[in-house]
């Protein structure tokens, strides 16, 4: 049923809009595979040791290259 309904669209474009429609469908399938469907699991612990702490004094100091827009 759906795929009439977008046969029958599909019919009723001009040639350059069917040419996107091509597109669009190439880019669909290309990016959009099963497995990109499945949610990936996470891993705990993967950022450890990414931060150290405690945090340097200066940390809610304005970074030097946005002194003279903070003044």
């Given amino acids: 049923m759906l795929e009439t309904i977008i046969l029958e669209h599909l019919q009723q474009l ?12 190439q880019f669909l399938l290309a990016n959009h595979t099963q497995a990109s469907l499945v949610p ?23 970074l030097d290259e946005l002194k003279e827009y903070m003044e």
């Fill in 14 to 25: 001009p040639e350059s809009l069917q040419q996107e429609v091509l597109h669009y469908t």
């Fill in 40 to 62: 990936k699991k996470r891993q705990a612990g993967f950022l450890k040791g990414t931060f150290t702490l405690p945090l340097p004094d200066d940390f809610d100091e304005p």
